[in-house]
Nanobody
Framework: VQLQASGGGLVQPGGSLRLSCRAS????????IGWYRQASGNRSESVAM???????DYADSVKGRFTISSDDAKNTVYLQMNSLKSDDTAVYLC?????????WGQGTLVTVSS
């Protein structure tokens, strides 16, 4: 599985960004696709995910601000990030998991700064 992430950049606090992750295949049965982020100081967390059944889950730190969605026809998942804070600064990595394995794409850097 190949995953290509894009959409990162520099944004001011309170601003918005949309990340995209295009996969080489659809979400596998009983699998999921989502976003993980790695920030400085070894702060890492799973940000958001969407399952093959369409269920979503979010980290408490982003609930109400971030929205994950998928375009199955394009094998693409999006992360709409609103009301960004400096604490959201991180490298965001796209991942896909099936019943047996976890696949990672490259990261895209999001910097929230004035």
């Amino acid at each position: 599985v190949q995953l290509q992430a894009s959409g990162g950049g520099l944004v001011q606090p309170g601003g918005s960004l949309r990340l995209s992750c295009r996969a080489s295949r659809s979400i596998p049965f009983n699998g999921a696709i989502g976003w993980y982020r790695q920030a400085s100081g070894n702060r890492s967390e799973s940000v958001a995910m969407i399952t093959s059944g369409g269920s979503t889950d979010y980290a408490d730190s982003v609930k109400g601000r971030f929205t994950i969605s998928s375009d199955d026809a394009k094998n693409t998942v999006y992360l709409q990030m609103n009301s960004l804070k400096s604490d959201d600064t991180a490298v965001y990595l796209c991942y896909m998991r099936d019943e047996f394995k976890l696949y990672w794409g490259q990261g895209t850097l999001v910097t929230v700064s004035s």
